[in-house]
């Protein structure tokens, strides 16, 4: 053992020995409890960032720790290899998007590596190669089968600068999930997945796993889904035999209705445009064209809209009221026409003051009907609001409805609606079908052929994978890149064998990633995606982590798609995913002046700055001495803030990065990088470091047995020890990582404070010490896995290592870890007057003698008369004395 810590050496030395001895290669074994430790798999962009290195940081953590808790651990990696950036590489640079990821694996494989990540290496999956890509056709064509896919001409999300269509979930906001650009619509034929079939099992199955996914991401998903009960209610147009549906979650405020508002692509509204006025036409035309700048035109815009010459007439009131087009009414949502009760809606009140339209109170709140004396309410709230009254109350104004309230008013009149023929009870979702076509070349190809005579025809089973080409024309503009490639759109038809040409359209690269944690588990199977018995054995995976960003999409689409493999037989459960942990982002601090009106970054390594004791900056400035402006915000290399992770792992070694990420703070919270932080890793390495070293020849010679009696400092040490172990475990099964890192400094700090020197110390201190160190080494292993080896390596004195010589983690004694003595503190008529150090359990008549000794007790009795002793064991002592 080397008298000094050479991170470089020690890293290069155990990896390789991980390598060789294949330490966390894994099978299936049945006599071990199984743990499946899985992080979001990245995409081969061509360089880890911070983030990627937290992120797979705590779940190497995890994985080692459950290795030494004596599970089979699978603990798998892979690359999420179709996308975007591939296509866009070749675009602009003229490189092969094959090529450019290939490469780009290749580095950041090394990049893991260089980390020490326990990955097994034999289960590496790679989304672009045909050997996966073929069962995601596969998958398409099952799918096919079942009804669940379809294809059909709708306006679809376009992001024009990518050229490309997205889901609703990718162009949330109006926003291109992956380019930032603003979403326009588009006429096109696309294929969708029926998402919608499983949104009752989306929602009801959450059940299953809310004690193991964070609330807010659940929260995402149920928003998204919006599962809405009402009713559907028929508007019959006057001197018409048309009707209008709206569906409704308040038909309780049916009779404070002022108006029907419709969407500008409504079928009424289009049948109808020779009926009305040149302005009318206008307008609805200038919304149409909104809309293409905006996909969520409910969040995006001021309301906005005109009358029609239409007129409806509630069915429950048989009042006259207006039919308007609104900018908020979208088509695709609901039935593209609600019924605009301003008085109850604050969207609606919104529109109906912009407009001067008529307001209606029909609910009042359940207070009024509840205080006898109405003289003090201001009577013009209750039926002249100021503002929309949104909740619940009682229905005052409806009819025979009046005086119900609105919970049995709603269940009785969708039932009334029913039995009169104009409406019924309903469910709808705001979730709508996952369009899964994309105008790209990078990506698994749509395996449909179209035939003249047969039309759409799937692709054989035999015939798979429908492998890409080797290159297409890109250009980046509209259709696929595939369109333009002869050799592959032309091809048979397999049904009749005439001349037929493929789908140009390949599949969303969510698709990939919806299943490729079943692929690990059985990763060349040439003929099924993976073997049931094999995948029953390993999944539902244990620990998922990765960011929630991908709440609404990869986290989604990922539980539709077990339920689907559940209806095809191929797993028995309805949920993938056991526990969910979302890490936050990994922040940096910028630099940066804005006098051009622009700001313009500088590299940190640039900038003079001065920090106040608590790390915070007080000021920052450049070269010249000129003042900068400073902010926290995410990491970029445009930004200046970013930070390369070969660089911290060459200056500071892979050890000392990981335990700073996992120290800094809490997994769940943003992370601000501080380079003094990972050096402070560095100093707590070399100490432990240096403490072994001084000790390890003593210490292989440590007692086996536990002696009987021991020092009071040894006993000290155990004590710490046993409370280290029951912290750390207790905070590795709730996935806290910053505070078992600030244990084991506390116990390193105690094994420093130990004054025998390793010649002087005698069986009972080396018992103690070895106990102490040894549980230091196993328990610092999953946050510094080769320093870990290496001091281990040297206590047991072989490079077998941890793994391979089955070594566990330590458990604590619960009667060791309990303390000699508890601090008592001594109470005067309920105040705090002095503290007195008792053996634990000490028994109440000595904690009184003990109390009344006290010269600080003494002092403010004073020959003042005690009414009472009040004894609580362990906690408290407290005197009642006459003042």
């Not at 992956?178 to 949104?199: M, P």
């Not at 009713?231 to 001197?239: R, S, V």
């Not at 037989?569 to 993938?576: M, T």
């Not at 915000?633 to 390369?644: I, L």
Request: charged content about 30%.
């Amino acid at each position: 053992m080397d008298e000094k810590y050479f991170a470089e050496k020690i890293e290069e030395k155990w990896q390789k020995k991980w390598a060789e001895s294949g330490a966390f290669e894994t099978e299936i074994d049945d006599t071990k409890p199984k743990f499946y430790q899985l992080e979001m798999l990245p995409y081969p962009s061509g360089n880890l960032h911070m983030g990627h290195v937290r992120n797979y940081s705590i779940g190497d953590a995890l994985a080692w720790y459950k290795r030494l808790k004596g599970f089979n651990v699978l603990h798998p990696i892979g690359w999420d290899s179709f996308g975007q950036p591939a296509e866009d590489a070749a675009i602009k640079r003229g490189v092969n998007p094959r090529d450019w990821t290939e490469a780009n694996i290749e580095y950041m494989r090394g990049q893991l590596q260089r980390l020490g990540l326990s990955y097994d290496w034999r289960r590496e999956i790679f989304a672009h190669r045909p050997d996966y890509y073929k069962f995601d056709q596969w998958f398409f064509l099952k799918m096919l089968e079942m009804g669940l896919a379809y294809k059909r001409a709708t306006q679809v999300n376009w992001c024009p600068v990518d050229q490309t269509t997205l889901s609703n979930e990718q162009a949330s906001g109006g926003i291109c999930w992956r380019c930032g650009s603003q979403v326009t619509k588009k006429d096109l034929e696309q294929w969708f997945f029926k998402i919608t079939n499983y949104a009752d099992q989306l929602l009801d199955d959450m059940a299953e796993i809310e004690t193991g996914w964070a609330e807010k991401v659940l929260k995402r998903q149920r928003d998204w889904i919006g599962r809405s009960e009402g009713a559907f209610i028929d508007f019959a147009l006057k001197n018409s035999g048309e009707k209008v549906r709206v569906f409704t979650t308040r038909v309780d405020t049916i009779f404070g209705a002022n108006a029907i508002v419709l969407a500008a692509e409504h079928p009424i509204i289009e049948a109808h445009l020779a009926d009305f006025s040149n302005e009318t036409c206008a307008t609805i035309e200038k919304i149409k064209a909104d809309k293409l700048k905006v996909v969520d035109r409910e969040d995006e815009q001021e309301k906005e809209g005109i009358p029609t010459s239409l007129t409806a007439i509630n069915p429950f009131s048989g009042e006259e009221i207006p039919v308007w087009v609104g900018n908020y009414v979208m088509m695709e949502y609901g039935t593209g026409a609600v019924m605009s009760v301003p008085a109850h809606d604050e969207r609606d009140f919104e529109f109906a003051k912009k407009y001067d339209l008529p307001l209606k109170t029909v609910i009042e709140p359940q207070r009024h009907r509840d205080t006898e004396d109405l003289e003090d309410e201001d009577e013009s709230e209750i039926h002249s609001p100021q503002s929309a009254m949104t909740e619940y109350g009682v229905l005052i104004n409806s009819g025979e409805w009046s005086g119900k309230s609105s919970e049995d008013a709603t269940r009785e009149m969708a039932s009334f609606s029913q039995e009169k023929g104009f409406g019924e009870p309903a469910v709808t979702y705001r979730l709508r079908d996952w369009g899964v076509s994309r105008q790209r070349f990078w990506g698994a190809p749509i395996p449909v052929i179209y035939c003249d005579e047969c039309g759409v025809v799937p692709v054989p089973y035999e015939q798979l994978p429908v492998e890409l080409p080797e290159s297409a024309p890109f250009t980046g503009v509209g259709e696929s890149p595939l369109a333009r490639v002869e050799e592959f759109i032309n091809t048979t038809c397999p049904q009749c064998g005439v001349k037929a040409r493929r789908e140009t359209d390949t599949m969303d690269t969510f698709v990939d990633s919806c299943w490729y944690y079943f692929r690990y588990t059985d990763p060349k199977d040439a003929e099924m995606p993976f073997a049931p018995e094999v995948a029953a054995y390993w999944m539902p995976v244990d620990q998922y982590i990765g960011g929630d960003d991908h709440a609404v999409m990869h986290l989604i689409y990922t539980r539709f798609w077990t339920k689907v493999m559940r209806d095809l037989g191929l797993v028995k459960f309805d949920e993938p995913v056991n526990r969910l942990l979302t890490q936050g982002m990994v922040i940096g601090e910028t630099f940066f002046n804005d006098s051009s009106g622009k700001r313009v970054y500088f590299p940190s390594s640039t900038v003079k700055v001065e920090r106040d004791a608590n790390g915070k900056i007080v000021s920052a400035t450049d070269t010249e001495g000129k003042s900068l402006k400073y902010a926290v915000e995410r990491m970029s290399k445009s930004k200046g803030n970013g930070v390369d992770p070969d660089e911290m792992v060459r200056i500071y070694g892979a050890d000392a990065a990981r335990l700073f990420v996992l120290f800094a703070a809490p997994a769940e919270n943003e992370l601000v990088w501080n380079e003094a932080g990972i050096e402070g890793a560095v100093r707590f390495l070399q100490r432990v470091y240096r403490f072994v070293w001084r000790w390890h020849a003593q210490l292989k010679n440590a007692p086996k047995d536990e002696p009987s009696e021991f020092s009071a400092q040894a006993r000290k040490l155990r004590r710490k020890t046993h409370q280290t172990i029951k912290r750390i475990t207790e905070n590795f099964e709730s996935l806290q990582f910053n505070t078992p890192v600030a244990a084991l400094m506390e116990l390193s700090n105690e094994l420093g404070d130990f004054k025998v020197e390793p010649d002087e110390a005698n069986e009972c201190d080396l018992y103690a010490i070895n106990e102490a160190v040894r549980g230091l080494v196993l328990m610092l292993t999953p946050f510094a896995p080769h320093a870990a080896e290496e001091l281990f390596a040297n206590l047991v004195g072989s490079d077998k290592g941890i793994l391979k010589s089955e070594a566990r983690f330590p458990e604590f004694r619960e009667e060791l870890a309990k303390a000699d003595e508890i601090e008592i503190p001594i109470q005067i008529n309920g105040k705090l007057r002095s503290r007195v150090l008792a053996a634990l359990d000490t028994p109440r008549e000595d904690l009184e003698t003990m109390t009344l000794a006290n010269e600080k007790v003494k002092e403010f009795i004073n020959g003042r008369q005690i009414v009472k002793i009040i004894v609580v064991p362990n906690r408290l002592v407290n005197i009642v004395i006459k003042n």
